[in-house]
């Protein structure tokens, strides 16, 4: 059931739900979460089974103020507390020290705990009425099945789960892409999943280095869509560079011509740059601009990969971002998406 987003009545039944120990559609600036109650173990597990995801991969906990790290967090060090004044209420998480006796089920059973306080107006509404109802923390993670796309309207979200979810529908997401994630678990701030925030952000806002690696960290905590294979369409997603995406484009079809066969695989293709299509009687692809900014891109990204799929194409072939700091978050999960699952 999806229910208006912008109606008090809804706010008061979603908030209800979380206080039943129901799952909740939420809508968030980033995407659409999978929320549960944080404090409720019983209906935090909900989430991991409905998506199908390992219940070792942990979740991140949303909160309606930063006054709402303390119930969750042990310690927060200085340079977290600096990210916290900077960009929160945003698209920022930061793994923290839990507090022993809260949500070990969301945290995955780590001593960390991932901490966001998400800016859409629907859901600082519904965190805030949870909050009346005993309800100090929301676990949620992208409400799809696990490695799939991410759901950026409250249609993709439905199109996942039917029917018997509710939902609240906050309209489209603004940023499209989850948020950048930060480990403040140790002496420096280090960056463990890129998002709209670049690293020189972080790092003036904080006053200290933000380290970023793309090396195997040991020490790092689990966190969300770190996995290698991640945000994965149906279709088959391939990234190359614009010269070899013309050559691709060019092979393609002069095999389907020579196979003469009208049922080739459709093939999508995502590029910023001008691709040309050979004439032909056949004409495998179906062709979509990408945005030239980062910021439009990643509103999109999901999106776009779930109207590829809607349209049955086989294979998505995507022009690779720029490799500046500002297109990470969006180069990270079309890297994730055209890795294969093991």
């Known amino acids: 059931m999806i229910l208006d987003g912008q109606t008090?009545?809804?706010?008061?039944?979603?908030?209800?739900?979380?206080?039943?120990g129901d799952l909740l559609g939420l809508p968030t600036e980033t995407v659409y979460g999978l929320a549960a109650d944080a404090g409720n173990d019983?209906?935090?597990?909900?989430?991991f089974e409905a998506k199908g995801r390992p219940a070792n991969h942990p979740l991140i906990v949303h909160v309606a103020s930063a006054q709402g790290v303390q119930r969750f967090a042990s310690h927060v060090p200085d340079f977290a507390q600096k990210l916290i004044d900077a960009f929160w209420p945003g698209p920022l998480t930061l793994i923290l020290p839990r507090r022993p006796e809260v949500a070990a089920v969301a945290a995955g059973g780590q001593n960390s705990v991932g901490l966001r306080c998400p800016s859409h107006p629907t859901a600082h509404a519904?965190?805030?009425?949870?909050?009346?109802?005993?309800?100090?923390?929301?676990a949620a993670p992208s409400a799809n099945l696990f490695g799939r796309v991410s759901p950026t309207t409250a249609a993709h979200v439905a199109g996942e789960?039917?029917?018997s979810l509710l939902i609240?529908?906050?309209?489209?997401?603004?940023v499209g892409i989850e948020s950048t994630i930060v480990d403040c678990t140790r002496a420096a701030p280090v960056l463990l999943r890129p998002g709209v925030l670049t690293p020189q952000q972080l790092s003036d806002a904080c006053g200290v280095t933000v380290i970023t690696s793309t090396a195997?960290?040991?020490?790092?905590?689990?966190?969300?869509?770190t996995l290698e294979s991640h945000y994965a369409p149906m279709a088959c997603v391939q990234l190359m560079s614009a010269v070899d995406l013309q050559k691709a484009i060019d092979a393609y079809v002069r095999e389907a011509v020579a196979s003469n066969d009208n049922a080739h695989p459709t093939v999508a293709v995502w590029a910023?740059?001008?691709?040309?299509v050979p004439a032909t009687h056949m004409n495998p692809f179906?062709?979509?601009?990408?945005?030239?900014?980062?910021?439009?891109?990643?509103?999109?990204?999901?999106?776009?990969?779930?109207?590829?799929?809607?349209?049955?194409?086989?294979?998505?072939?995507?022009?690779?971002p720029p490799l500046s700091p500002e297109w990470d978050g969006v180069r990270d999960r079309l890297m994730r998406a055209a890795t294969p699952t093991r």
């Open 272 to 276: 910023r740059s001008p691709v040309q």
């Open 216 to 225: 195997p960290d040991a020490d790092a905590p689990r966190a969300s869509g």
């Open 42 to 47: 019983a209906a935090v597990a909900k989430i």
């Open 161 to 163: 789960f039917g029917d």
């Open 168 to 174: 609240i529908d906050g309209g489209a997401c603004d």
């Open 126 to 138: 519904v965190l805030q009425s949870a909050e009346t109802l005993g309800v100090f923390g929301v």
């Open 8 to 20: 008090p009545s809804s706010i008061t039944a979603a908030a209800q739900a979380l206080q039943r």
């Open 286 to 320: 179906t062709c979509q601009a990408m945005p030239t900014s980062a910021q439009d891109c990643a509103h999109q990204l999901f999106a776009q990969l779930r109207s590829f799929d809607t349209q049955g194409v086989a294979y998505i072939w995507v022009e690779t």
